[in-house]
């Protein structure tokens, strides 16, 4: 069982900024992928970043060249950086864990087995 706990939402200005934390404990697999996604009310949820255990990484097209997600091994922790804000950014954010899954599909929750508890992200114009 894999525990992850997210933070780090809060509200900013359009251009601003925000790193979101997602704490990992519990038994994770021994390759993975921890991933990175939102949603807003009434909307499906979307996958925004991924990193695979090789540290690969993988971006929703809306969000190449402002975020960034990264892994600290030794802090069991993923973040994701997010720059250049915009109010289209808006949402819950969730991290997510899944044996690797080597960039395919990576941007499909229901191939994600666990989930962490959502922070939320505005952005006001």
């Known amino acids: 069982q894999v525990h992850l706990a997210g933070s780090g939402g809060g509200s900013v200005q359009a251009g601003g900024s925000l790193r979101l934390s997602c704490k990992v404990s519990?038994?994770?697999?021994?390759?993975?992928?921890f991933g990175w996604f939102r949603q807003e009310p009434g909307k499906e949820r979307e996958g925004v970043a991924a990193?695979?255990?090789?540290?690969?990484?993988s971006y929703v097209d809306s969000v190449k060249g402002r975020f960034t997600i990264s892994e600290d091994v030794a802090n069991n922790t993923v973040y994701l950086q997010m720059n250049s804000l915009q109010p289209e950014d808006t949402a819950m954010y969730y991290c997510a864990a899944r044996g690797s899954c080597y960039g395919r599909d990576w941007y499909n929750p229901v191939l994600y087995n666990d989930w962490g508890q959502g922070t939320q992200v505005t952005v006001s114009s």
């Open positions: 990193i695979d255990s090789d540290g690969s990484t």
């Open positions: 519990g038994s994770i697999y021994r390759v993975y992928t």
